[in-house]
């Protein structure tokens, strides 16, 4: 059974940091691309950051470079995505996919 499973989202003060996290597991991670999505409230999903299998690509959306990075750990299962320099207009549910996989979202809310 595919499984994404992320973690890490909460409050940050606009300027701080957050690491989110996704564990994977039911299919061989290291061969496929992994990203990160976002939904923020009435909005549509946006493709937020996306990483290679082997992670030698990664590409952002505009509004994130500079702050966030996306990175994997095949040895773990994982993906991460660091965000750095938060904005409350990140606030939104931030989704991994991959394997044609949705995990359950994590909430970020950035807010003095």
């Known amino acids: 059974q595919v499984q994404l499973v992320e973690s890490g989202g909460g409050l940050a003060q606009p300027g701080g940091s957050l690491r989110l996290s996704c564990a994977a597991s039911?299919?061989?991670?290291?061969?496929?691309?992994m990203t990160w999505y976002r939904q923020a409230p009435g909005e549509k999903r946006e493709l937020v950051a996306a990483?290679?299998?082997?992670?030698?690509?990664?590409d952002y959306v505009d509004s994130v470079k500079g702050r966030f990075t996306i990175s994997r750990d095949n040895a773990k299962n994982t993906v991460y995505l660091q965000m750095n320099n938060l904005k409350p207009e990140d606030t939104a549910v931030y989704y991994c996919n991959g394997y044609n996989a949705w995990g359950q979202g994590t909430l970020v809310t950035v807010s003095s």
């Open positions: 990483i290679t299998a082997h992670g030698g690509t990664r």
């Open positions: 039911g299919f061989t991670f290291a061969n496929y691309a």
